[in-house]
């Protein structure tokens, strides 16, 4: 049974820090892409980032470049998102997803679109107070 489970949220300031992981089961981690996404009260469902099923690749959506690093650890089955200098505009739900698996050289559709992910999990709150 594949699961997804994200931990890590919280309330914080702006401009302080905080640590997401989801820890994944059920399936073989080290095939997946991995992402995370957000959702706002009201907006739609934002790619934040995607990493590669090895690491070897990253990618981040323009609002959090040079603020947040997604990583992963295969041996963990966990992924990561380290958010820093945190913004009021940084407040949501935010979701971990896993693409089709397979290790593809590239996902099926861009990596910000939710469609190109198959599974989720049940989400984290992030809010930050200014």
């Known amino acids: 049974q594949v699961q997804m489970v994200e931990s890590g949220g919280g309330s914080v300031q702006a401009g302080g820090s905080l640590r997401l992981s989801c820890r994944a089961s059920?399936?073989?981690?080290?095939?997946?892409?991995m992402a995370w996404f957000r959702q706002a009260p009201g907006k739609e469902r934002e790619g934040v980032s995607c990493i590669k099923w090895d690491g070897s690749n990253t990618y981040y959506t323009d609002s959090v470049k040079g603020r947040f690093t997604i990583s992963r650890d295969n041996a963990k089955n966990t992924l990561y998102l380290q958010m820093n200098s945190l913004k009021p505009e940084d407040t949501a739900m935010y979701y971990c997803a896993a693409d089709y698996g397979g290790r593809r050289d590239t996902l099926l559709l861009p990596w910000w679109l939710p469609k190109a992910y198959n599974n989720w999990g049940q989400g984290t709150q992030v809010t930050v107070s200014s």
């Open positions: 059920g399936f073989p981690f080290d095939d997946y892409y």
